[in-house]
């Protein structure tokens, strides 16, 4: 998953990716699945809950780094 500015308003992308290797990816219209969300409860609730575990996984991916860069420097 790249990003989830289009699930937060004001809905702005904040980031961009590269690709090293020939990838495969699907794009989908943020706008229309939203829509769809606010429709179905169902769905919105088990898509934020799969969005929430990608976000909490990369944010305590940043905080081992961060411990990471921190110990480093505090050693110099």
């Not at 429709?39 to 081992?64: I, P």
Request: proline share 1%; charged share 25%.
């Amino acid at each position: 998953m790249l990003g989830w500015s289009w699930l937060v308003s004001p809905y702005r992308w904040h980031f961009s990716a590269r690709v090293v290797e020939e990838t495969r990816a699907i794009a989908l219209d943020a706008k229309c699945l939203r829509g769809k969300c606010e429709t179905d409860h169902e769905l919105g609730y088990e898509l934020l809950n799969r969005v929430l575990h990608v976000v909490e996984q990369r944010l305590q991916s940043t905080r081992m780094q961060l411990l990471d860069v921190y110990s480093v420097q505090g050693k110099t």
